[in-house]
Structure formats: C-alpha cells, structure tokens
C-alpha cells in the first residue's frame, strides 16, 4: 500500500488534467493498483472534491459521478467478487468504503445476479461466473436452488430429481440459462444430486435421490448404448450397398 499523500498527489494529478488515467501510476508487472489504495483515493474524491460525507456517497453515487470524478477507469481495475454484476457494483463499492451501509453476502449476490439473468436484465453473467471451479460450481447450485424455489416448486426432493430426469426437466435447465453448465457436473441428474446435497437430506431422502440418480445414469448409458448399435448397423448397411 502506498503513503496517503502519495494517493492524494496522483488523484490531484488525475484531476488536474496532467494524466489522462491513472496507468503510469500502476505497477509494471500488474496494471492496476492495490485495492485499498483504489478505495483510499475514492473517499479523497468524495469527501475533498464532492464535500460528501459517508451517508451523501451511499444516498448520491452513480455512474455518471464516476465519470465526472475521473474515476471510472480506476474502478474497473477494482477485483469485484464473480458474484457481482454490472448493476450491484455501486452499491458494493459503497459497501467495502463505508462498512456500515452494505453486507456483502455471496449467496444473495448470486441469487440476485441470476434473477437478473432469467428476467433479463442482464444479456449475460457476469464473466467467470459460472467456471468449472469450486467456486463456480457453488454458484451454480446456488443458482439452481434459487431456480426451483422461484420458478418451479417440488413438493418432494425425488419429484425434483424424476423432472430433471426427463427430456421436459432438460428443456427446463435451457429455458432458465443452466443446461450448459451441469456439464461442469457430469450430466443434468449429477448436478441436481449436487445441488440438493448441500441442502442436505434425510436417509430416506437420501436414499431416494440416490436410486434416481444411479437409474438416471442407467437409463443414460442405455441410450448411449443404442445410438451406438444403430450407428453400427447404418454403417454396415451401408458397407454391403457399397459391395452390391
């Protein structure tokens, strides 16, 4: 971190006009500056330039007072968490300035990042929000209890898992923006057993779930299997037209 008078120079610097962005002051080997210096030079701005105190920065910060102060581009090198989309930035950054207007709580940030996503506000997720990490797959089970707390209730955890195992449960997964990512599971049936394993279960749910997941894998293999012959029996077909 550096000195705060050494911040205060490059923002009056920045302000000034005698540097288009803050570039030259970042470091060669990583283009962006510690996050506690981007906050410090942020609350300089505020409550030198802006004469804002706390609460006028949580009840007046926009985009645009972004823009005015210079202080956009500086922003965007800020590490916001994968969870926070476009339109949730402002009120975390006001958070992570002034702890006492914001909590931050992934699972919420989540939640709220994909109910952005299905209603479309948002034309995409966030980039990185859904990876095949540990991370990223907790948000995709995230996002799928959000799903079908919101958009399509189970009374029962096996009714859940008999949706999902039909070609309706999967058109499902694509209309509500998950389908590609039970990929990072293994299959559809995987990622809902993940999913509401973490909720945690009874035995007998347990149980349940468990005896459709394997029939699902079953009945999976089977269909692999029969594409597989069918495939082989076009082929020969076509070898003994071939011979004719």
């Not at 590490?79 to 006001?94: A, C, N």
């Not at 207007?101 to 992934?106: L, Q, S």
């Not at 797959?137 to 799928?144: E, L, S």
């Not at 209730?153 to 309706?168: G, L, M, N, P």
């Amino acid at each position: 971190m550096m000195k705060k008078q050494d911040l205060y120079y490059i923002y009056d610097s920045v302000w000034a006009g005698m540097y288009t962005d803050f570039k030259p002051f970042y470091n060669e080997s990583d283009q962006r500056m510690n996050p506690e210096d981007i906050l410090e030079i942020c609350r300089y701005a505020f409550r030198y330039y802006l004469r804002w105190n706390p609460d006028a920065v949580h009840k007046r910060l926009t985009e645009d007072i972004l823009k005015q102060m210079k202080l956009t581009s500086l922003i965007k090198t800020y590490p916001f968490p994968e969870e926070v989309s476009d339109p949730m930035k402002i009120p975390y950054l006001v958070g992570v300035l002034y702890p006492q207007y914001y909590h931050f709580d992934p699972k919420q940030a989540a939640e709220q990042t994909y109910s952005d996503l299905v209603e479309g506000r948002l034309d995409k997720p966030p980039k990185g929000f859904f990876t095949n990490t540990d991370e990223g797959r907790m948000r995709a089970k995230i996002c799928f209890r959000y799903m079908v707390n919101n958009y399509k209730i189970f009374a029962t955890k096996e009714e859940t898992f008999r949706f999902f195992s039909t070609v309706v449960g999967r058109k499902f997964l694509g209309k509500y923006k998950l389908k590609y990512v039970a990929k990072y599971f293994g299959t559809d049936i995987d990622y809902v057993y993940e999913s509401l394993s973490d909720l945690g279960m009874t035995t007998e749910e347990h149980e349940e779930c468990l005896y459709c997941h394997e029939k699902y894998k079953s009945k999976l293999f089977m269909e692999k299997y029969i594409r597989k012959v069918k495939k082989q029996q076009r082929e020969e077909r076509k070898s003994v037209k071939c011979l004719e």
